[in-house]
């Protein structure tokens, strides 16, 4: 099930992307982010017009300490992803596809690369079971959880809108609706300018990794 995100503002632009999320939900999400790319462009890649700002986040690890976002990735290319480890569909394979990818670089490539999972579910997203979860996806991954109010602010920061865990009617389950893009930050600017919407695939980050890596545009 998807919950559409639609733009806030028209840019110059030729087409605009719009965000959806994974989860529960009707069509009444707040707008979130403008973005823009090629016409007929088949890249699963979307260049910012604006970059974002890394967010100024200190949350809790897998190891149970203190991690500092900007301070931990500075000067690395980095790809940061909001979701839950209790999510049956995008989350994981979002998650699985860029490890995958990841696998197909150099080593020294992949020591490069930060991948950082951010929970939208910190209440059952605990540091083990986020340490669990993604151990079995890429002992290398980073994740993350902790206040979810703050959470929240640093999702909304990168254009990317979460809502608060809720048990859906249909099913009894406790879902999370939350933006499926995952943001591609450069080593060179520190700055999120590239988007991926949940239908990229192994062989659209197999492809961008190298340029990721290197700050340049895919």
């Not at 965000?19 to 529960?24: D, Q």
């Not at 986020?130 to 979810?148: A, S």
């Not at 859906?168 to 988007?195: C, E, I, N």
Request: net charge neutral; hydrophobic share 35%; with cysteine.
């Amino acid at each position: 099930m998807r919950k559409k995100m639609f733009a806030a503002a028209a840019l110059v632009a030729a087409a605009t992307l719009t965000l959806s999320a994974c989860g529960s939900g009707d069509d009444n999400g707040s707008p979130v982010s403008v973005v823009s790319e090629e016409a007929g462009s088949d890249k699963a890649a979307t260049v910012l017009d604006q970059p974002f700002e890394k967010p100024d986040l200190v949350l809790t690890d897998t190891k149970d300490g203190k991690y500092d976002l900007r301070k931990e990735t500075k000067g690395r290319p980095t790809l940061i992803y909001f979701g839950y480890t209790h999510c049956p569909d995008i989350c994981p394979l979002t998650m699985n596809n860029i490890a995958v990818a990841k696998k197909q670089l150099p080593k020294s490539e992949q020591d490069k690369l930060t991948v950082v999972f951010v929970t939208t579910d910190p209440a059952r997203d605990t540091p083990a079971e986020l340490g669990k979860w993604l151990k079995g996806i890429d002992t290398q991954f980073v994740g993350l959880t902790g206040d979810f109010a703050t959470i929240q602010a640093s999702a909304r920061s990168v254009g990317i809108s979460i809502e608060p865990t809720h048990k859906d009617k249909k099913t009894g389950k406790t879902v999370s609706v939350h933006g499926t893009q995952v943001v591609a930050f450069s080593p060179k600017t520190d700055q999120g300018y590239v988007l991926y919407g949940e239908d990229a695939t192994v062989d659209d980050y197999t492809k961008d990794l190298p340029k990721l890596i290197k700050g340049q545009n895919p």
